[in-house]
């Protein structure tokens, strides 16, 4: 399977509807696809290989494209094993071939590889140039999107962005959805962390005449680029992307449950744009913690347990704060039969985060909800609508 993407850019990347958990941790309902591509110019160019599992299918497809004649380069842009793992493969493959890399990808082939290519490799720096004939690409460096010796790669004779895991999403190509909302939990999951960097690199592509962007995840993306390129400025600055008020909890007898129920209801009796439920214990982690990145306001309700908090509020608390979380409003309720702790636990643990503030009242339920209880709550969905 290979589609052209310009008159000399096909893609020849593969789907992969047998994986069990991408990056050994996200569930990927409608697969993945590991995306690469070839230049036919004077010399030939591939940009990154595949999973471990479609080495033979990825060599087929490339092997189409090229019919008799044979590549020149194997760019490697990122060295994670879903895009790396047949360098080795391409290597006996085409023996003559070059393996472009930086001088971290080198030291990555060699710990994954046990050898570097000493003798057929090009090592290049950020800003540097490769001229295949018709087509000159400039290696643009992106440390931590999403490992330190990333780099994209800009060809500025079609003007394509070759994105390396920047613009990718989880999903394989064969199934339709939308781009979004995979991609959100994609970023959120993977390089949420590392907004700071993808800031950076933003800046260098708004110099850059981009007219196609060629991620390895995802679909390639030929048009409204201002769209994805806008949230990916929202995502990586920490930003609110859509209105509304998002509630996470954990219950253990229905009690909490029936507390988070009540301020739904009374937020959306408040005229809150759009209340979004997350049980913690049921749902997808990485789904709920990209809505936390999406909203402004986030109301967290859990138990106290084991001196602590309830484990899956624990971890997603844990997640955010592992991903920078910021500038969001965050509401808290507790419940707790005997020394209810958990709303300061939950407070400590956030507050660290830049521009987080708590709102008013904080709601401490002991067993079952109160009268009492039910005019905080009133009181809360005011504060957080
Ligand atoms: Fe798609 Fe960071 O690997």
Known sequence: MYNNVTNDIFYIGVNDHHIDLFEGQYDVPNGMAYNSYVVMDEQITVFDTVDAHFGEVWLNNLKEVLGDKTPDYL???HMEPDHSANILAFANAYP?????GNAKTFTMINQFFGHDFTYRRVVVKDGETLST????FTFVFAPMVHWPEVMLTYDSTDKVLFSADAFGKFGALDVEEDWACEARRYYFGIVGKYGMMVQKLLKKAAGLDIQTICPLHGPILDSN?????????????????????????????????????LLAAKLEAEGCPKVVVNDLARCDMAEAVE????????????????????????????????RGYQNR????????????TAAKIMRTSLEKGKN??????????KSAMTKENEEEIAALAKEMK
């Open 75 to 77: 760019i490697v842009q």
């Open 291 to 322: 809505d936390a990145f999406r909203y402004g306001k986030i109301i967290l309700a859990t138990t106290t347990y084991n001196g602590d908090i309830f484990p899956f509020m624990r971890e997603f608390i844990a997640d955010l704060a592992e």
């Open 96 to 100: 003559d071939a070059k393996i472009v």
């Open 329 to 340: 409003k965050i509401g808290l309720i507790e419940n707790g039969t005997w020394g209810p």
């Open 225 to 261: 680029l201002g769209y994805y390129l806008d949230l990916y400025n929202t995502w990586s600055s920490y930003g609110v992307e859509s209105e509304g008020t998002l509630i996470c909890y954990t219950s253990v007898y229905g009690n909490t449950k029936k507390a988070v129920e």
């Open 356 to 365: 987080i503030t708590f709102a008013e009242p904080v709601v401490t339920i």
């Open 133 to 136: 004939g018709n087509h000159t």
